[in-house]
């Protein structure tokens, strides 16, 4: 079983800057590709931004130059730095893991967090 623990949401005023981490525990073999998608009320979830395990890394027109997906390895987390951010960011973030269960499995099992609440609001 694997779990996906996102934490760093909360509320911030127009402009300002938060900071998501997504931790990944549980056991399996290798954390392929991690992302951070988003969820607004009443919208489809949408992709944020994408990061490899080799760190080759994908963003959303609406994040570029905002947003900075990172990750560590050694510590099965990925990140989201989100700055200048605008009250059209205000969403449920969640993060996706592929994981490879086995060092023979031939594909990886997308698993997702629960999600963290951002809210930008004066």
């Known amino acids: 079983q694997v779990q996906l623990v996102e934490s760093g949401g909360g509320l911030v005023q127009p402009g300002g800057s938060l900071r998501l981490s997504c931790a990944a525990s549980?056991?399996?073999?290798?954390?392929?590709?991690m992302g951070w998608y988003r969820q607004a009320p009443g919208k489809q979830r949408e992709l944020v931004a994408t990061?490899?395990?080799?760190?080759?890394?994908n963003y959303a027109d609406s994040v570029k130059g905002r947003f900075t997906i990172s990750r560590d390895n050694a510590k099965n987390t990925v990140y989201l730095q989100m700055n200048s951010l605008k009250p059209e960011d205000t969403a449920v973030y969640y993060c996706?893991?592929?994981?490879?269960?086995?060092?023979?499995?031939?594909?990886?099992?997308?698993?997702w967090g629960q999600g963290t609440q951002v809210t930008v609001s004066s």
């Open positions: 996706k893991a592929e994981i490879l269960s086995t060092s023979y499995s031939a594909f990886t099992t997308p698993w």
């Open positions: 549980g056991s399996f073999f290798r954390i392929n590709a």
């Open positions: 990061i490899t395990r080799g760190g080759s890394t």
